[in-house]
Nanobody, 121 residues
């Protein structure tokens, strides 16, 4: 299993970005998947996850949308109304098989390399 995150970059406050996570190996359609982020000096935190349902952190609920295209083996995170505090490295990850779509990084077993999102004020 390999995951590759992309789509990060520089955005202005109030702007939008769409992140992608492309997967190879395994049965993508059966996986739960999640997005996490880590800002400098902070712990990695849950952003959103998806199996047949989408789950969001409170800060992401009204601004971010997680989705997946099983035919393309790709997961997305559409981020709108970006804020400077959204600046972080964003990681995609696979929910551990048999897991319950948790919000702790330990519940995910394979990780992408991360993509940097920088939001300027």
């Amino acid at each position: 299993v390999q995951l590759q995150a992309s789509g990060g970059g520089l955005a202005q406050a109030g702007g939008s970005l769409r992140l992608s996570c492309a997967a190879s190996g395994g049965m993508f359609s059966s996986w739960g998947l999640g997005w996490f982020r880590q800002a400098p000096g902070k712990e990695r935190e849950f952003v959103a996850a998806i199996d047949r349902t989408a789950y969001y952190a409170d800060f992401a609920k009204d601004r971010f949308t997680i989705s997946r295209d099983n035919a393309k083996r790709t997961m997305y995170l559409q981020m709108t109304s970006l804020k400077p505090e959204d600046t972080a490295v964003y990681y995609c990850a696979r929910d551990r098989p048999g897991g319950g779509m948790g919000r702790h990084p330990k519940e995910y077993d394979f990780w992408g390399q991360g993509t940097l999102v920088t939001v300027s004020s």
